[in-house]
């Protein structure tokens, strides 16, 4: 989250005591799932996506659902640490009914 809020983004923060309810109302598929559940402009961003994915999602406006990093790769924002090589990931663009495209290659 605050990979987003130094990128620009206003971040509310709600901590719910289960977020399943919350990525399934909002067709997140179960292989997609990342640790974080963020609803920007109509979209769903899910996991450590890139801020300046989420700048081109916006721009872009594709018919989809949202983006996704599923998991939590090492490197992705939020995810770095010292010492540790960042490992490549995808952010996969989803539509409603879970068919997935890369949108990016980190």
Do not use: W
């Amino acid at each position: 989250m605050g990979h987003l809020r130094a990128s620009g983004y206003p971040v509310k923060v709600e901590d719910v005591r289960d977020i399943t309810p919350i990525k399934r109302r909002y067709n997140v598929p179960e292989r997609l799932e990342g640790c974080h559940t963020a609803l920007v402009e109509g979209y769903v961003v899910e996991g450590h996506v890139p801020a300046d994915l989420i700048d081109r999602l916006l721009r872009e406006r594709p018919p989809a659902a949202g983006l996704a990093v599923p998991g939590m790769p090492a490197g992705s924002p939020g995810m770095e640490a010292p010492g540790q090589a960042p490992e490549p990931y995808q952010v996969l663009l989803f539509d409603r009914s879970g068919k997935t495209a890369v949108f990016a290659s980190r």
